[in-house]
Structures are given as C-alpha cells and as structure tokens.
C-alpha cells in the first residue's frame, strides 16, 4: 500500500501563489511518474503536470509557465509551485503516482487538497 499525504492548498488572491506539496510512504518500490490532476466543480479531472524519476516535466497548456513541478527522490515528495493563480485554477488538486514492481504496474490517488482563487 501506498499513503499520500497532500498539503498546501487555500485561498489566494488572483495573481497569488502556492505551493502544494504530496509525501508518499509505503510501497514505493518502482515508482516512476508524480503527478498533479485537479478537478473543478462540473468538469472532469484534468492532467496538470507529471514528472518522471529522471525528471523529465509534461504541463497542461493551460499552466505553463504558471506552474513547475518538482519532486525530491529521497523523500518521495513532489512539488506544484503555483504562480499568477487565476480564478480559473480554482480545483481540488490530487497528487497521482505510478510506478511498477514484479508484480506489475501500480497507482495511487491522494485525498486531494481544495486550491481556491479569490478575491
């Protein structure tokens, strides 16, 4: 079993940033991409960024250069520095890991953490 533990999230004014952060722990044997879905009220959950084990960034078109992910391989952890937030980033952001083992491909959702753009 895999535990993702996801923080982070809040209000922020528009043009504001945060940073989300996901910890996993457990059976992390294989892992391989972090992700970052969300979801807004109505619509259906979306791809945000991945990063792979060797680093390598894929972004929704609707975030770049808003947003970088980063992760740290010795804590597992993956990052979602998030910035000029618009009323339209407004989502519960979930983090999303996958990975592999000898007993073949595995993934796991975090509980996901509400992002909420204001004024």
């Known amino acids: 079993q895999v535990q993702l533990v996801e923080s982070g999230g809040g209000l922020v004014q528009p043009g504001g940033s945060l940073r989300l952060s996901c910890a996993a722990s457990g059976s992390l044997f294989g892992l391989n991409d972090m992700n970052w879905y969300r979801q807004a009220p109505g619509k259906q959950r979306e791809l945000v960024a991945d990063?792979?084990?060797?680093?390598?960034?894929n972004y929704a078109d609707s975030v770049k250069g808003r947003f970088t992910i980063s992760r740290d391989n010795a804590k597992n952890t993956v990052y979602l520095q998030m910035n000029s937030l618009k009323p339209e980033d407004t989502a519960v952001y979930y983090c999303?890991?996958?990975?592999?083992?000898?007993?073949?491909?595995?993934?796991?959702w975090g509980q996901g953490t509400q992002v909420t753009v204001s004024s």
């Open positions: 999303y890991v996958r990975g592999r083992n000898w007993v073949g491909p595995w993934d796991y």
């Open positions: 990063i792979t084990s060797g680093g390598i960034t």
